[in-house]
Nanobody, 129 residues
């Protein structure tokens, strides 16, 4: 069974950068789209961005466009989220999640929790002055 482990979170000042990693085990990633989600304090979990098995990218929120990029290294079964120009509103618990998809299918249309089948435990990002 697929297992996901996030890492790379931490404390960062506004305008700074972080790179999050999502390491998969138990399966290769060819049948999964991988998404990153964020849950801010007191808010619902929201999808940010996704990468399909063929490398297609779907942005789920406008606030991340131009600042966040997603990439995958299938040899290492790892997906990365590069976050630049971080803002206070980016604070939250970041999760990676896998959606079972036929090979070469795009990401789910919407960044909804129910569209994803496997989840990591999350890594905390705090943007603070």
């Amino acid at each position: 069974q697929l297992q996901l482990v996030e890492s790379g979170g931490g404390l960062v000042q506004p305008g700074g950068s972080l790179r999050l990693s999502c390491a998969a085990s138990g399966s290769t990633l060819e049948h999964y789209a991988i998404g990153w989600f964020r849950q801010a304090p007191g808010k619902e979990r929201e999808g940010i961005i996704c990468i399909s098995s063929s490398g297609g990218i779907s942005n789920y929120v406008d606030s991340a466009k131009g600042r966040f990029t997603i990439s995958r290294d299938d040899a290492k079964t790892t997906v990365y989220l590069q976050m630049n120009s971080l803002q206070f509103d980016d604070t939250g618990l970041y999760y990676c999640a896998a959606s079972v998809r036929p090979p070469h299918f795009p990401c789910p249309d919407f960044g909804r929790v129910r569209n994803y089948d496997y989840w990591g435990q999350g890594t905390q990002v705090n943007v603070t002055a």
